[in-house]
């Protein structure tokens, strides 16, 4: 790959949804299409706080169809979804679309699911959704490349950075992040911490950016707050850290010891304090003297 | 049995030999007895045509039948011309259908196949099929119509469930290998493992990896350690790492060995047990499964690899690391297949590991791009070129390649008989200078002289094909996509290349002229492909006028305007058009 690889503050590599969208109909256009998409992903990774309505070379997964793809599902969802909410999060959405950008990071756009009550249009955008695999394959050129369907299936399953909730591969393993009241879920990769401390901190610097829309203006446009307000933010009465484990129970995280968090956590849940009825005081106390 | 011609030729010249002296007959008895040595195919059809009385022999002597296209000859011609076979091989679609190119229902049924040779052949013992429907119902009447019934292969076959491998298991007591292979059928379910009887035991091949239903273990195990002479055994990934050691335990003579899914928990003991099991395969020489291994647990295979000869990690994405560490312990290796995952570090390796190579396959883990790993590249390929001069057969997928490396590596390794090498973004030009890739293709043309298979790839122009049809004089299968620049491409290889059997091309700009340039060669080829290219119904029209000889078949995608011919399938038959046609199939 000659496109240089983006990494988030966590340190990650990190995949582009335009990469997603654009490899299928990448593959289908013959030899000059390979120069064109390389400048698209430039622009498409510039950090940009237009307003909906802007430019955003988003690219539509269909075979042979123009690599700029209709703007106006976008933008509509945009402003629906930027209308209801606070500040904060006018400055989080970039109008390419594509679940926009946080304002700590880079151009990490990853998995997401919109938790929010949706509207028409989102029901379109996700036709266009990187995650759908049914617009994926269509886009692909039948029969190309020449690998049987059942060899396909087994790679698939095997390589890390699936869709699915915890997909392990040799050297990750990347869960889902979902925070109550974010528009959007978070993937983290556990194997790149080793503590519990430090996967507090990974999470409060992904999940800052709402934090700060939470609070209202006062705090928006504060960058700077500091990792131990966060932390507070977070790891007060505010919220809860739990995790979903294989048995499908959730769990307040902490409990166990590391290995074992890492073997059986499939995804993790940033809880509003008030939910986290049922788990014990003592538990959160400890929790929280763990930090 | 290529073609096989229903008259019996050269009758005219019975009794004169070279020296124009009336030659006394060759009594058959004398015949037949040198004939029955003769066994391959090929030989066997040379042989019918020298004179009338040969022809009789041959036929009267054959016992094995090959039959490349299973639409070239009928059920009942073939059960005319032979009256002892005891084993069939038929192969039906044509080999893009392993990618989807083909629709559902296509044909290659070997029903009426069965139903002949179930009247005709009551001793057949082998049927081996490659791209066939084969449906439960085939399946009975294969079990219970032959009671002598030994060995049943399916590759890339289609059709049936557990029922009909059901009736094979309950029926069939003398089978000695069931071997199943790219298995396309979804969800045949497992319980026909279970209906082997408890006395049978007869089992020399057992291959059912590519079914992914639960079987009974116990049921497998009991019938494990019944077949004695159990030599291959390639299980599926719902067989653990502990399951499969006691079946190893079972079957300590094994030669060729699939294995479940290896990645497990296992205990110390539990480790210790699998590592013994495998030092104890001594005759092991192919080794293949290995779903989810890793670093972990790889290490265990270490004392069976001292024989290997064949590796193949295709269900196992390793990385460089790992697998570099298991080609130390096979320095045997002469065919091996992995996944792009080891990327070209690994292929190093196995530049440095195996000097004994001779066959590579090295497949992509993420085809579709999804996730822009890098894979390998030129420079793996090299590598292997240059520390594998023995190498012969290679198929390699990649992003991005060189003509000035393929150049290196046909130096290296002049010898390959099998070059396919597949650049996955389609007409992607050298990334270094970005020219065609002709030069490529013309130096394995030109150096490899015993190339007998080629799939090209990247941007190609007529060039290309020029060297090929000029150099390629052993060449008998050929793959093309999405290359070429006009008619006079595929022209120079049909006029070009004396032995040409398969050609296969998709997405190319050849049109009419082409593929009429080549209507009397179709006739000396099994078959032709061509898809999304630039043939017409009235092309595909001429063509079927004036060579009866040849089916001409067309395909036509959905709300296609009926004057493009989208998908051509043309191969030479003395059966006439096919009588099994779906309706989407046109016969022109």
């Known amino acids: 790959m000659s496109v240089p690889q983006e990494h988030d503050y966590i340190g990650l590599p990190v995949e582009k949804a335009s990469d997603k969208i654009l490899s299928p109909s990448s593959s289908a256009t013959i030899s000059s299409g390979f120069e064109k998409n390389e400048v698209l992903n430039l622009k498409r990774t510039e950090l940009r706080l237009g307003l909906p309505g802007s430019e955003s070379p988003e690219r539509k997964a269909g075979f042979g169809v123009s690599l700029f793809g209709k703007e106006e599902g976008n933008n509509g969802f945009s402003q629906n979804f930027v209308s209801g909410s606070k500040r904060g999060f006018n400055d989080v959405i970039n109008c390419s679309g594509n679940w926009g950008l946080c304002i700590n990071g880079g151009s990490e756009v990853v998995d997401c699911k919109v938790e929010i009550p949706t509207v028409n249009i989102l029901d379109e955008k996700k036709k266009n959704q990187p995650g759908n695999t049914a617009p994926a394959s269509k886009a692909q050129v039948v029969g190309w490349p020449p690998v049987r369907s059942f060899r396909k299936n087994t790679l698939a399953t095997n390589l890390p950075k699936n869709n699915e909730a915890a997909k392990q591969g040799p050297n990750c393993l990347y869960v889902k992040v979902s925070m109550d009241g974010a528009p959007y879920l978070r993937k983290i990769d556990l194997k790149t911490c080793s503590t519990y401390p430090e996967i507090s901190s990974a999470l409060a610097k992904m999940f800052s950016c709402f934090t700060i829309g939470q609070y209202g203006q006062g705090l928006a446009g504060k960058e700077g707050l500091s990792e131990s307000g966060l932390m507070d933010l977070i790891h007060g009465s505010e919220y809860v850290l739990t995790y979903e484990d294989k048995d499908g129970d959730w769990m307040l995280v902490g409990d166990v010891p590391w290995g074992m968090f890492i073997d059986s956590c499939k995804r993790l849940r940033i809880m509003k304090g008030s939910d986290a009825i049922g788990l014990a005081p003592r538990t959160m106390q400890k929790f929280k003297n763990q930090n | ?588």
Request: aromatic share 8%.
């Open chain 2, 1 to 588: 049995m290529d073609h096989p011609s229903e008259d019996s030729p050269s009758s005219s010249d019975k009794s004169l030999g070279p020296t124009n002296h009336p030659q006394l007959p060759f009594p058959d008895e004398v015949l037949e007895k040198v004939l029955s040595f003769v066994n391959s195919h090929k030989d066997r059809s040379s042989v019918s045509l020298v004179r009338k009385d040969w022809y009789n022999a041959e036929r009267w002597t054959r016992s094995k039948l090959f039959i490349g296209n299973c639409y070239s000859v009928s059920p009942e011609i073939v059960a005319r011309r032979f009256p002892r076979i005891k084993s069939v091989t038929l192969k039906g679609k044509p080999r893009f259908s392993d990618f989807n190119m083909l629709p559902r229902d296509w044909g290659a049924n070997v029903h009426p196949w069965l139903v002949m040779f179930a009247k005709v052949y009551p001793f057949l013992e082998e049927l081996r099929l490659k791209r066939m429907t084969v449906t439960d119902e085939s399946l009975e009447l294969l079990a219970k119509s032959f009671s002598g019934f030994k060995a049943l292969s399916l590759s890339s076959c289609d059709g049936f469930t557990e029922n009909g491998l059901k009736a094979l298991a309950s029926h069939c007591r003398n089978l000695t290998e069931l071997d199943i292979q790219d298995s396309i059928s979804e969800d045949v379910g497992g319980g026909w493992l279970s209906s082997f009887p408890e006395n049978f035991s007869s089992l020399e091949v057992l291959n059912f990896a590519s079914l992914n239903s639960d079987i009974s273990f116990d049921d497998l195990e009991r019938l494990v350690s019944r077949c004695k002479s159990l030599r291959v055994l390639k299980v599926n990934e719902t067989i653990s790492l502990d399951q499969l050691q006691r079946l190893l335990v079972h079957a300590p003579l094994l030669t060729e060995l699939g294995t479940g899914s290896f990645m497990q928990e296992l205990t110390p003991r539990q480790y210790e047990e699998v590592e013994t099991a495998f030092s104890n395969c001594k005759n092991l020489e192919a080794l293949s499964g290995l779903w989810d291994a890793n670093s972990l647990y790889l290490p265990l295979l270490y004392g069976a690899c001292a024989g290997l000869t064949f590796l193949n990690l295709s269900d196992a994405p390793l990385q460089s690391g790992d697998f570099a560490n298991l080609l130390v312990h096979c320095p045997n290796l002469r065919r091996l297949w992995v996944i792009d995952t080891v990327e070209d570090k690994g292929l190093e390796a196995v530049g440095s590991s195996c000097p004994l190579l001779e066959e590579l396959r090295v497949f992509p883990a993420d085809p579709y791009d999804r996730h822009h790993r890098d894979g390998v590249s030129e420079s793996g390929f090299l590598a292997v070129s240059h520390g594998c001069p023995k190498l012969h057969y290679v198929l390699y997928f990649c992003r991005r390649m060189t003509n000035a490396a393929v150049i290196t590596i046909v130096k290296n390794c002049p010898d390959f008989t099998h070059f396919r090498l597949c650049i996955m973004t389609p007409g992607q030009p050298d990334h270094l200078t970005n020219e065609p890739m002709d030069e490529a293709f013309g130096a394995v043309a030109k150096t490899c002289t015993k190339l007998k298979r080629l799939s090209v790839s990247g941007l190609l122009t007529d060039v290309s094909f020029e060297y090929i049809g000029k150099y390629a004089k052993n060449l008998e299968t050929l793959s093309v996509a999405f290359a070429g620049s006009s008619d006079w491409g595929m022209q120079s290889v049909l006029e070009g290349c004396p032995k040409l059997r398969k050609l296969e091309i998709r997405d190319c700009p050849f049109g009419n002229t082409a593929l009429l340039s080549g209507k009397l060669k179709y006739e000396t080829m099994r078959s032709l492909w061509m898809s999304a290219c630039n043939v017409t119904m009235k092309g595909c029209g001429i063509l079927a006028r004036e060579m009866p000889r040849l089916n001409v078949e067309v395909i036509n995608d959905e709300g296609s305007d009926g004057s493009q011919a989208d998908k051509v399938y043309v191969y030479r038959t003395v059966a006439g058009p096919r009588r099994d046609a779906p309706g989407f199939v046109l016969t022109l």
